[in-house]
C-alpha cells in the first residue's frame, strides 16, 4: 500500500469547514483512498473513500485531484465532536494505518 | 443489520497471566476478520487477520496469537501476559479485504 503524509495536528473554528490535506504521491492504479478517524478512545470510524472522482456522503466531500497524488477531506461545519485523529490511507487490501492528523475544533 | 461485538471493555492482568480476548459478528456470514492493537501514544497496528475459518495471518512477531473456531468468532490469546501488550485492542470486520472495516468498541489492556 502507498505511504500518506498528514499534518500532525490542525486546528479548526466550530461552524466552518475543516480541510484536512492527505499526500499520497507513490499511488498506484488499484489503490483506493480512504479516510476513518478515531475519536479519543473510541475505534475507527469510516468516513468516506474514492478512487478517482469526488465523493460525497452525509459525513464529509473527498476531493482528489486529477493525477491522484493528493487528496482533501472536508467536513463542511465542523462541530466540536468532530475532534479526533483522521487518517488517510491508500490501499488496495489491508488497512494500514499511519499517525494521521490530530484535528482539534475549537469553539 | 451487521454487529461488532468486542468483550471485555476493560481488563487489568497480571505480568505472566494468560489473555484471551472475543470477538463476534453478528449479521454476516464469512466476513473477513482483523485484531489490531494501539499502544498508549501510539497508531494502530494490524495484529492478525483472517479471511475463514482457521486462517490466520500473522502481521508482526509478537506474544499474542489468534484463532477463528467459528465463521464470526475471532479470539485474540496470549499464554504469558508481558507488559508491553498492555493497549487498546480492536476487533474490526469487512465483507472482502478491499472494503470498509468496522471496528468494534475496543478492550483496554492494562498488564500490571
Known amino acids: 500500500d502507498a505511504k500518506t503524509t498528514q499534518p500532525t495536528s490542525m486546528d479548526c473554528a466550530e461552524g466552518r469547514a475543516a480541510n484536512l490535506p492527505c499526500n499520497h504521491s507513490t499511488i498506484s492504479g488499484n489503490e483506493y483512498v480512504y479516510w476513518y478517524r478515531q475519536i479519543h478512545s473510541q475505534g475507527p470510524q469510516y468516513i468516506i473513500h474514492g478512487l478517482k472522482n469526488n465523493e460525497t456522503n452525509e459525513m464529509a466531500s473527498l476531493i482528489i485531484t486529477e493525477d491522484r497524488k493528493s487528496s482533501t477531506l472536508i467536513l463542511p461545519h465542523a462541530t466540536l465532536r468532530d475532534t479526533a485523529v483522521y487518517y488517510c490511507?491508500?490501499?488496495?487490501?489491508?488497512?494500514?494505518f499511519g499517525k494521521g492528523t490530530k484535528l482539534t475544533v475549537n469553539p | 443489520s451487521q454487529t461488532i461485538h468486542q468483550w471485555p471493555a476493560t481488563l487489568v492482568q497480571p505480568v505472566g497471566s494468560p489473555l484471551s480476548l472475543e470477538c463476534t459478528v453478528e449479521?454476516?456470514?464469512?466476513?473477513?476478520l482483523y485484531w489490531y492493537r494501539q499502544a498508549a501514544g501510539r497508531g494502530l497496528q494490524l495484529l492478525f487477520y483472517?479471511?475463514?475459518?482457521?486462517?490466520i495471518s500473522s502481521e508482526v512477531p509478537q506474544n499474542l496469537s489468534a484463532s477463528r473456531p467459528q465463521d464470526r468468532q475471532f479470539i485474540l490469546s496470549s499464554k504469558k501476559l508481558l507488559l508491553s501488550d498492555s493497549g487498546f485492542y480492536l476487533c474490526?470486520?469487512?465483507?472482502?479485504?478491499?472494503?470498509?472495516?468496522?471496528f468494534g468498541s475496543g478492550t483496554r489492556l492494562t498488564v500490571v
Open positions: 449479521g454476516t456470514s464469512n466476513p473477513n
Open positions: 490511507i491508500a490501499r488496495s487490501e489491508k488497512l494500514v
Open positions: 483472517s479471511v475463514g475459518i482457521g486462517q
Open positions: 474490526a470486520w469487512s465483507s472482502t479485504v478491499q472494503g470498509g472495516y468496522t
